[in-house]
């Protein structure tokens, strides 16, 4: 009984605690229902999909969103995301936008919220609020993004104070 504890307590345990902390989480590109609100990116019925996957027109700016389901709970102090490339012909972050809001600001900008919102160098837009994620509970994200040329990008979401990243695609079409 002992030895099968003591591999449960310094095996087990240990090696699933740290693959749960290299994958925190899953996420998705949220297409809506139809009822929900009109999109120009993607074909909608009267379901709402998640998507791994986005094609986006080329030199537009769109309106997005994406899902982030937690496997591990963690607080964080800062949520940031984009295309994590240097400056060119990367898609730039325009504004957050929480989309999940009827009534009130769904959207920040570095412009109009100066104290919470910036982006860097690596056109990564950054939010500055300390908030906790719990396993298993979905969050929604936005954003209003602006894309360039021709290209296909890998989409970031990072938390700071969390390990590990979230990566989705965005193609651009012609």
């Known amino acids: 009984m002992v030895i099968i504890f003591g591999v449960y307590e310094f095996v087990w345990r240990p090696w699933r605690h740290h693959r749960s902390l290299k994958h925190p989480g899953k996420a998705w590109f949220h297409v809506p229902a139809i009822s929900q609100r009109q999109i120009l990116y993607a074909e909608q019925n009267h379901d ?5 996957e986005l094609t986006l027109a080329v030199n537009s700016t769109v309106a997005i969103e994406f899902l982030f389901r937690p496997s591990v709970s963690f607080d964080v102090s800062e949520v940031y995301f984009g295309c994590d490339l240097p400056k060119g012909s990367q ?3 325009q504004s957050y ?5 009827d009534r009130g600001v769904p959207e920040e900008s570095p412009e109009t919220h100066p104290e ?3 982006t860097d160098n690596h056109n990564l837009h950054h939010i500055k609020k300390r908030r906790v994620f719990a396993r298993g509970e979905c969050y929604s994200h936005g954003c209003e993004i602006e ?9 970031k979401l990072f938390c ?4 590990g990243h979230i990566r989705k695609q965005i ?3 012609c």
């Open 91 to 93: 898609p730039i972050i």
């Open 147 to 155: 894309t360039r040329g021709p290209r296909i990008f890998e989409f």
């Open 160 to 163: 700071r104070r969390c390990p």
């Open 116 to 118: 919470t919102n910036y």
């Open 48 to 52: 709402a999909h998640l998507v791994e």
């Open 97 to 101: 936008l929480n989309l999940f809001i």
């Open 171 to 173: 193609n651009y079409s």
